[in-house]
Structures are given as C-alpha cells and as structure tokens.
C-alpha cells in the first residue's frame, strides 16, 4: 500500500501563490506517476498536472498550464505543485493521487489517493 499525505492548502488573495505538497510512504518503489487533481464544490474532479518520477515528463491542464508547476523530489518521495497567478476559479480541494504505469490525466487510472487540501483564492 501506498499512503499520501497533502499539505500548504489555504487562503490567498487572487494574483497570489501558493506551493501544496504530497508526502508519499510505504510501498513507494511501485508509484511512477504521481499527480494533482481538484474539486470544487458542485463540480467534478478534475485533473490538474501529473509528472512521471523517472522520466520528469509532466501534463497540465490546460487552465493552468503556465500558471502551475509540477516538480519531484524523489529522494524524498515528495511532489510539489507550485500555483501561482491564483484565480477565485482555482478554488478547490486539491487530491494527491499516485499510480504505476504510465503518465496519464484519467483520475479512475489512478490507485492511490490523498485526503485532500483546501485551496482557497479570493478576489
């Protein structure tokens, strides 16, 4: 099993930044892909930006594509996903997720998941 653990949620005025983090432990040696996804109230999950662990290949959706940052720190089996030019619609609850096999933006193909943390932008 593989437990992932979010973190760096919270408040920021529109315009601003914020870095969330996602901790993996356990059985780490069998995740390559590990990702972000949102949820705002009303809506579906939706996928954010995913990076493959050894090759650093990384997708974003398009509505933050340039805005948000993937990155990897493998040693310490850690992703980050750094927002910035935050938008009110970026609110949401962001989900770690991670899988083996390959990159892929389809939140059902993923295995493990996160409990979530707020993100919340004002205007």
């Known amino acids: 099993q593989v437990q992932l653990v979010e973190s760096g949620g919270g408040l920021v005025q529109a315009g601003g930044s914020l870095r969330v983090s996602c901790a993996a432990s356990?059985?780490?040696?069998?995740?390559?892909?590990m990702g972000w996804f949102r949820q705002a109230p009303g809506k579906e999950r939706e996928f954010v930006a995913a990076?493959?662990?050894?090759?650093?290949?990384?997708y974003y959706a398009d509505s933050v594509k340039g805005r948000f940052t993937i990155s990897r720190d493998n040693a310490k089996n850690t992703v980050y996903l750094q927002m910035d030019s935050l938008k009110p619609e970026d609110t949401a609850v962001y989900y770690c997720?991670?899988?083996?096999?390959?990159?892929?933006?389809?939140?059902?193909?993923?295995?493990?998941w996160g409990q979530g943390t707020q993100v919340t932008v004002s205007s």
């Open positions: 356990g059985r780490t040696f069998s995740i390559y892909v």
């Open positions: 990076v493959h662990l050894s090759g650093g290949n990384r």
């Open positions: 997720a991670a899988r083996s096999g390959w990159l892929t933006r389809l939140s059902y193909e993923y295995d493990y």
